[in-house]
């Protein structure tokens, strides 16, 4: 599953969640269903900066912490922003009763768009290319910038295809971690 795909499981989640948290009819289904909203944006956290971080072609652009950290603050500006609209459409009772309901429901909608809005952006060319989809790939890389940057990328994809990554144990061998340099040994 490419970054596309990841930002498209991640979007279902979302809306999964917010219907599910609007509709439970326990309080072990409300949980499962805010525990599927966190894995959601657990994931997002991850996949998201990964489709920000593209190589621009030498274009200016945003690092990829500071669009995420936007979006985060824009989304909790417009969830304050939704809650107190939904929450001025009935009394006190009302919101108790059903308000919440619709604001938890509220999630659905932004997911939804966001998975609309995935069928514009293209595949990575990184994973296009890893996925044997070369000519894929270099269109779209000649799109963004051109034959030049498209031979470069591919050229660079090409020259870690094979490689394979290490494991877990990896990381506590003395290449990468000198247990006896620490300060109590």
Known sequence: ??????????????????????????????????LISGVGIGASSVVCPVLYRRDRAGKIAWPPGDVFQLGIVTGIFLTLFINKLIQGMGDEAWNVASGWRWMLGMEVVPALIFIGLLFTVPESPRWLAQQGRSDEARAILVRVGGDEHAGIELAAVQSVAGKVGGSLSDLFTRDYFDFYSLPWC
Not at 6 to 18: M, Q, Y
Not at 26 to 31: D, K, R, V, Y
């Open 1 to 34: 599953m490419g970054e596309k795909g990841s930002c498209s499981f991640v979007a279902a989640l979302f809306a999964i969640s917010g219907l599910f948290s609007a509709l439970p009819r326990t309080f072990e289904q409300f949980l499962i269903a805010r």
